[in-house]
């Protein structure tokens, strides 16, 4: 009785939040905790068992990873130890990070639910007022059932490469999105530095209520790739955050 009082009691009050995050990747991460520390009221959902996308694995599963000097003060802030590479970088492990992120959102406040799809948007009034969620296993199975709808002042999506948020806002809405398109671009091919920068100058709100970060924002408008270097993903979730706390 404790577990199901306790979760439903959680999924209750989450029913109508601040803001939603799609996707548990370090840029989502970063966001809901900083969305969290302000005071907002932060639900995060994650497709898969744990959060945390693609930094657990590091590097072609070396679980180090860089950091970038300009992205210290988050490491700092959230105790997570690194060690000096050159100059301008820094080697974290990768498991200790992708921890750390996770716990001090918990700490700070955020509600997780993982093991959750969101298959659509909520449009009102031209605006992405919230989403459409169900269990990952029902879309996996791609059974019948039907969802269920969080409302949400804002609505960030850090699902990575695929930018599905995106692409069914637009699809299912015939709508243009702040890009050169008007569409989602599609994410280019590997190239560190010029995507590093990209990250965080493409993180911003592409339609009324929908913001994206990560490599989302790098894919919904046409920019590289990254390699396992993290600097601009912490620095992109941030940014998020600071652009829904204005705005809400």
Request: hydrophobic share 45%; net charge negative; charged share 20%.
């Amino acid at each position: 009785m404790g577990i199901i009082d306790s979760y439903f009691r959680k999924l209750k009050e989450n029913l109508s939040v601040d803001a939603a995050i799609v996707g548990g990747g370090p840029s989502g991460l970063v966001a809901a905790y900083y969305l969290a520390k302000a005071g907002r009221k932060v639900a995060l959902f994650e497709r898969k068992l744990a959060p945390g996308g693609g930094m657990w694995g590091g590097a072609m599963m070396f679980n180090r990873i860089i950091v970038q000097r300009d992205a210290v003060h988050v490491l700092d802030e959230l105790q997570i130890s690194y060690e000096n590479h050159d100059e301008n970088n820094f080697v974290v492990d990768s498991v200790e990070s992708t921890a750390a992120l996770i716990y001090h959102s918990c700490r700070a406040g955020v509600k997780f639910f993982n093991c959750f799809s969101v298959e659509d948007v909520v449009f009102r009034n031209d605006r992405v007022s919230g989403i459409v969620v169900n269990w990952s296993p029902v879309e996996k199975q791609g059974l019948h059932v039907d969802p269920l709808v969080i409302m949400a002042k804002a609505v960030l999506e850090g699902t990575g490469h695929d930018c599905e948020i995106a692409h069914l806002t637009a699809r299912k809405n015939n709508v243009r999105l702040l890009t050169e398109t008007g569409g989602v671009m599609g994410e280019r091919s590997l190239s560190v530095d010029e995507a590093e920068k990209a990250t965080i100058e493409n993180t911003k709100e592409i339609f009324p209520g929908l913001y994206v970060s990560g490599m989302a924002a790098n894919g919904v408008s046409g920019s590289f790739r990254m390699g396992p270097i993290f600097g601009g993903m912490l620095l992109s979730g941030k940014k998020a955050a600071e652009l829904i706390n204005n705005s809400i």
